[in-house]
């Protein structure tokens, strides 16, 4: 069974650049599998950050951006700010299946 | 503007059934695909089920296949998850969430249904 890992928690400092990534249990992640972000807050829906390994979704911040960094997506936070405290996932396409990271929980201190 | 909301969460019993109802309006709903997702409290998103605009194709993640039914009716821009056989596991906010044409991704999401499996 394929498990998509993300790191559990990360910590940036205001201002800072903060990289987050997304891998595979075995093998790499490619653009084939179409690698999209999302950021959650408590208590509020999914919002779509980026999809597509590096497109930004409709009105967010070109802070945001998507790339492949080895053999891992990679979603890097330039400038972080107070309300980018939240949790992310990363979700990877598999044909007929989408599997979603565990999610990484951003603290902004 | 993009609207999904979805209703018919609640508390239902381990083996019982529910039907979620995801209302969609400010698309054409019928030239889009669409998906489940859900969210167990305190964990990760999942990705439940998804189904064409035409409904000709279908997916469901393991963890509920021959127990969750995805639908659509086009006509009422509305997309439905009938859930039966339900577990404790089950439980979760459930989200509809628009399928992008172009490529394999979801990019508009409702604020979720809370499901909960308890005797």
């Known amino acids: 069974q394929t498990v998509v890992t993300q790191e559990p928690s990360f910590s940036v400092s205001p201002g800072g650049t903060v990289t987050l990534t997304c891998g595979l249990s075995?093998?790499?992640?490619?653009?084939?599998?179409?690698p999209s972000w999302y950021q959650q807050t408590p208590g509020q829906a999914p919002r779509t950050l980026i999809y597509s390994t590096n497109t930004r979704s409709s009105g967010v911040p070109d802070r945001f951006s998507g790339s492949i960094l080895g053999n891992k997506a990679a979603l890097t936070i330039t400038g972080a700010q107070a309300d980018d405290e939240s949790d992310y996932y990363c979700?990877?396409?598999?044909?007929?299946?989408?599997?979603f990271g565990g999610g990484t929980k951003l603290t902004v201190l | 503007e993009v609207q999904l909301v979805e209703s018919g969460g609640g508390l239902v019993q381990p083996g019982g059934s529910l039907r979620l109802s995801c209302a969609a309006s400010g698309f054409t709903f019928s030239s889009y695909s669409m998906n489940w997702v859900r969210q167990a409290p305190g964990k990760g998103l999942e990705w439940v089920s998804y189904i064409s605009s035409s409904s000709s194709t279908i997916y469901y993640a393991d963890s509920v296949k021959g127990r969750f039914t995805i639908s659509r009716d086009n006509a009422k821009n509305s997309l439905y998850l009938q859930m039966n056989s339900l577990r404790a596991e089950d439980t979760a906010v459930y989200y509809c969430a628009r399928g992008s044409p172009e490529v394999p991704y979801f990019d508009y999401w409702g604020q979720g249904t809370l499901v909960t499996v308890s005797s």
């Open positions: 075995s093998g790499s992640v490619s653009t084939s599998y179409y």
């Open positions: 979700v990877l396409y598999m044909g007929s299946v989408w599997v």
